[in-house]
């Protein structure tokens, strides 16, 4: 809608997967590197944490980017709250698709799961298994059920690398499970943007979807920067709604006093 008022050639501030608005933070990056020696070096596993809006679920997917073709499939389960008998068919299916009149069952799911990992390892590569949302998995027989997976083995380590993503409140989960947080490799916090990384993180926006011009204000910048503590997807959410109202009273850029107007009017919610 304010696409071609503010001359860009795409929405800067979408909450998408397009590499091109990826932005290396330092936080970020850092992650990154992080789960790609997990990966590549075939460690059994890692925990990916943040809180929600720090842009978990993108590093991820452009982990997957970066991963060689070598280290597929890559299954990344986004609704992990599922019984664990569920969940193993769940992730067998999801690895090796099953005959039409193939028996189900926890014993077949295993098998199955069992039989793919021997054949890609034979084939030359290594599975990598993502659960977004892992701190809802607050059920002992999913996280055990999961854990036993690390159990099957390759030549140069296990044969699939598990990546458990979620909110802070993950780790004392997986603290109360010694078991499972002795095979994690390592675990990474995703921390918000600071303010310079905020400034950053807008103007590598704006060049990604083509403007040729600062759109905000540098006070603006800093408001924007307090107004949503530095969250990736706070800040896109009020960059997009500061720039569909700015074209609506035809300004020429954006202020901190719009951004507190904004956030008062359309972001903050108030009971009555």
Known sequence: MYRSYWQLERRPFENTDDPQF?????????????????VENQRGGAVLAGASGT???????????????????????VFPQMPAADLLAYLADELAPPAADAPRGVDQSIRR??????????????????IDEAHLLQDNESLE?????????????TALTLILVGQPKLLPILDRMPGFEERLALKCLLRPLTLEETISYVGHRLLAAGAKRPLFEPKALETLHALTHGLPRRINRLCDLALLIGFAEERTIISAEQLEAVTQELVAVTPE
């Open 22 to 38: 990826y932005y290396p933070g330092e936080s970020h990056q850092g992650t990154l590197l992080k789960l790609r020696y997990v």
């Open 55 to 77: 842009g978990k679920t993108l590093l991820v997917r452009t982990l997957g980017r970066q991963l060689a073709e070598s280290f597929r499939p890559l299954v990344h389960l």
């Open 113 to 130: 799961i069992k039989k793919f990992l021997a054949e890609n390892e034979a084939r030359g590569k290594h599975a990598v298994l993502v």
């Open 145 to 157: 059920a999961l854990r036993l997976l690390l159990n099957f083995e390759a030549a140069g380590g």
